[in-house]
């Protein structure tokens, strides 16, 4: 009988058989088989019967003749026997199973796994995933091995030695099993995998939890810890987990009861008995609670108790004891227990408080323990001129009445004074104030002028407001305006602080006469000043015969004319013509921030072909744009853009995409012959461009390197618009 190959994993086993005569028997027959699953092999070949299980003895019997000979050997075994010796399941994701090493040797644990299912399996008796220990995973001798939920408690983590977050919340089945992870799930007399130990199965949805040792639903929210006896696993979970603390190879533990974490207790045999060191038959050499537990009539047990229970035999720890008396702190009051409470309560109360009138004050004496009286009425107060005194006595205090006369109101180059004699106010001081000085204007344009004028605020005099009007020149009729300030003006200290103010709605080319006139806080305003003249300037002239026209299917080129005038710079805009309900965003601008007078034409390239557009213009006399513009935008103007599209050669040569199909960067290559303008660009299907650069009198070889590695995947287009029309190249990006 000889082994002719096995791996380390006992996956396949060559058997031969060789039968020889024996003594005067004459035959011989040789059996070649194989073991190619770890749970076992059964075959027959010409009367020659094997039956085998892995790990256990192979026996062979030969019929010939009437004469039998019989030949077995044990098959090695390379896997530990390793098995569960604690599960814990708790609050939130206080998860874990413990792993013990029955063996003096350390287990290299790359040839073992823990696969599940979860709630019930896809396919009864077969795993749904094939869970690995880390990479050099081992166990020590006669050690566990711990694998935890990664948010565990900390005290679960300290002893863990991996984490995972694929464990059981209760109804979820777990093997711990020897052997490869098959190429799909499948049941280990398939798969090649030895099931070790089981907590759990993979037979069917057990609901909540599995139930152990009489325990519903004990595989949540207990904590299992394997019993001392117990040596190895045990594929059969239901013999596993038992019916009652004696048959099952469990002890269910409280919730969260994790005192056995991290080690486990070997024994030869478990005695049952009460482990609870107050019932009357505790028993300490018992190892596992059989619920014999006797605790007779509980209760007090102490005659100088207040709760005491002559019919109690067994002191339940519920003894009620009376504190020391306390001693009362105040005079009046003493201490009584009450024997049904079992507290001292509290006595007496103190005299009431005497009548008094509303300036005196009562206070206990605790030597004499009587109340004692004491206080005096004030003395009516000083009074000014306009004020009385009566007492009150529900305030118990005085009551001034009366109250001075409100201060005049005075100018503010006036000065009121209270004469206690008279008991009045008197006002001098006298002043007229002047108007506004020092008119000037500034920025006048076509509608609008600034006008200025002093500070006239002074000394305590402050400004109220002002106001100026404004007429055109040989007309009757005012135009008023007042500059009122901050609400505050008589009360910040400051005053107005106005010195300026826009004149707006002006006619253009019109000389304008004006004058102001200032009003003080408190009362008093000046006279109008002298007169003063501005004159607004000439309307901003607009362009004329403002025209458009797509000059490549891109590029469109706006033309116009200057002949209404001269103006500093032209602004234009246009936008899809086709938009139902356009806004302001929806308009883009050609020529950036405009054009200067004397340039009277400028290209706007990157539109759509064959799209429809409008546009209009509109003029700024003032370099820095603002309000001196022309009256209005120029009519507008309507155009289609041209959809010619030309081959590769036409306009460049040698056009070369790669790699193409790409998934993120695309190398572009195109060769220039002639000095022309370029614009290079990607755009999706619906005409979003990702991606533009524009070649301006560009010659020679163009190399560049676009990267749409952030872009969605799909089909894009390259357009390269030329003097002579646009080349496509389609890219697809994976």
């Not at 305590?460 to 609400?487: H, L």
Request: charged residues 15%.
């Amino acid at each position: 009988m000889q082994f002719f190959s096995k791996n380390k994993k006992m996956k396949k086993l060559i058997l031969s058989i060789t039968l020889f005569s024996i003594a005067t028997l004459g035959f011989s027959q040789q059996i070649t088989r194989s073991v190619v699953a770890s749970s076992g092999n059964y075959s027959t070949n010409s009367g020659l019967t094997i039956s085998s299980t892995f790990g256990e003895a192979m026996v062979t019997t030969l019929t010939a003749g009437g004469f039998t000979l019989t030949q077995g050997f044990q098959q090695p075994v390379s896997y530990v026997k390793l098995f569960f010796s604690e599960y814990g399941e708790g609050n939130f994701n206080n998860r874990y199973f413990e792993i013990y090493n029955p063996t003096s040797d350390t287990v290299d644990l790359s040839a073992y796994a823990f696969p599940s299912v979860s709630n019930g399996p896809t396919t009864p008796g077969v795993y749904e995933t094939w869970n690995t220990f880390s990479s050099g995973a081992v166990i020590l001798p006669n050690d566990v091995y711990i694998i935890a939920n990664a948010s565990a408690d900390a005290s679960i983590l300290a002893a863990a030695d991996q984490i995972s977050y694929n464990l059981s919340n209760g109804n979820d089945g777990f093997a711990l099993v020897y052997g490869d992870e098959p190429g799909s799930p499948v049941n280990p007399q398939t798969g090649a995998y030895v099931v070790l130990d089981l907590i759990g199965d993979w037979d069917a949805n057990p609901g909540t939890g599995w139930d152990v040792a009489g325990v519903s639903n004990a595989t949540v929210n207990h904590t299992l810890v394997r019993k001392c006896d117990v040596s190895q696993g045990n594929s059969d979970w239901m013999e596993s987990s038992g019916t009652d603390v004696f048959n099952s190879e469990w002890v269910v533990l409280e919730n969260e009861d994790w005192s056995s974490l991290g080690s486990f207790t070997v024994c030869s045999a478990v005695t049952y008995g009460c482990t609870d060191v107050i019932a009357l038959n505790y028993d300490g050499s018992a190892i596992v609670d059989d619920g014999s537990c006797d605790y007779g009539n509980l209760g007090c047990t102490d005659v100088n108790a207040c709760n005491y229970d002559p019919s109690a035999n067994t002191n339940d720890g519920s003894c009620i004891y009376p504190a020391a008396q306390p001693v009362a702190t105040n005079c009046w009051e003493s201490y009584q227990l009450n024997t049904l409470t079992c507290t001292w309560e509290l006595v007496g109360s103190q005299d009431p408080v005497p009548p008094t009138a509303c300036w005196e004050t009562a206070s206990f004496d605790t030597t004499t323990c009587a109340w004692v009286v004491t206080g005096s009425q004030d003395v009516a107060p000083a009074l000014a001129c306009w004020e009385t005194a009566a007492f009150d006595t529900a305030t118990c205090s005085w009551v001034v009445t009366g109250t001075q006369d409100s201060v005049p109101a005075i100018a503010c180059w006036e000065t009121a004074t209270f004469d206690s004699t008279t008991c009045a106010w008197v006002v001098t001081g006298s002043q007229t104030p002047s108007a506004p000085t020092n008119l000037y204007t500034t920025n006048a344009i076509h509608n609008r002028v600034t006008i200025h004028w002093d500070n006239m605020n002074f000394n305590s005099c402050f400004v109220d407001f002002y106001r100026a009007q404004y007429r055109e020149v040989g007309t009757t009729t005012w135009t008023q305006k007042n500059m009122i300030g901050q609400p505050d003006n008589c009360t910040n200290g400051l005053g107005n602080q106005r010195t300026s103010k826009d004149i707006r709605y002006l006619t253009a080319n019109t000389t304008y006469e004006w004058q102001m006139k200032v009003w003080y806080c408190g009362g008093g305003n000046s006279g109008w000043s002298d007169m003063e003249t501005f004159t607004t300037a000439d309307n901003c002239p607009n362009v004329a015969n403002l025209t458009v026209y797509g000059a490549t299917p891109t590029k469109a080129v706006f033309s116009w004319m200057g002949t209404n005038g001269v103006y500093s710079f032209v602004r234009l805009k246009a936008r899809v013509d086709s938009i139902s309900n356009p806004t302001g965003t929806d308009w883009f601008q050609i020529g950036g921030a405009g054009v200067s007078f004397g340039t009277f034409t400028k290209n706007k390239n990157g539109l759509t072909p064959g799209q429809s557009y409008r546009g209009q213009a509109r003029t700024y006399c003032d370099p820095n744009g603002g309000q001196y513009r022309s009256l209005s935008w120029t009519p507008l103007v309507f155009w289609t853009q041209p959809t010619v599209r030309i081959e590769v050669g036409d306009a460049i040569a040698n056009l070369d995409v790669y790699p193409n199909p790409s998934r993120d960067v695309f190398n572009i290559t195109f060769t220039s012959e002639e000095v022309q303008d370029l614009n290079v660009r990607v755009v999706d299907l619906v005409g979003k461009i990702v991606y533009t650069e524009d070649l301006q009198q560009f010659v020679g070889e163009y190399t560049k390197l676009i990267d749409l590695a952030t872009d969605n995947k799909g089909v894009y287009l390259l357009e390269i618009e030329t003097n002579d029309g646009v080349i496509n190249k389609k890219l697809i990006l994976q």
